[in-house]
Nanobody, 117 residues
Framework: QVQVVESGGGLVQPGGSLRLSCAASGIMFSRYAVAWYRQAPGKQRELVATVSGGGDPNYADFVKGRFTMSRDNSKNMVYLQMNSLKPEDTAVYYC???????????WGQGTQVTVSS
């Protein structure tokens, strides 16, 4: 059974930092690309960042220079380090993964990030 679980969300003040974690089991996680998405209330879900199986990250323009995505394949973990957080970063953040032929078909339940003073 495939499980994807995010953690690390919370309430942080503007300018602060959070580190999200994504753990996966039941799949060949180290071979799959992984993505972080987010969805704010009343808005469409948007792609935040991706990392390939080899560890090469790509970022949406609105997080470049502030967020860093990394992975530790020995632990089946992916991370999203979020710095210089802004109120507009407030959203539920989701981790997604899957085999290349299928795309991001495995999703976690999401973790809430709230940036507010």
């Amino acid at each position: 059974q495939v499980q994807v679980v995010e953690s690390g969300g919370g309430l942080v003040q503007p300018g602060g930092s959070l580190r999200l974690s994504c753990a996966a089991s039941g799949i060949m996680f180290s071979r799959y690309a992984v993505a972080w998405y987010r969805q704010a209330p009343g808005k469409q879900r948007e792609l935040v960042a991706t990392v390939s199986g080899g560890g090469d990250p790509n970022y949406a323009d609105f997080v470049k220079g502030r967020f860093t995505m990394s992975r530790d394949n020995s632990k089946n973990m992916v991370y999203l380090q979020m710095n210089s957080l802004k109120p507009e970063d407030t959203a539920v953040y989701y981790c997604a993964t899957g085999p290349p032929a299928s795309g991001f078909i495995y999703w976690g339940q999401g973790t809430q990030v709230t940036v507010s003073s």
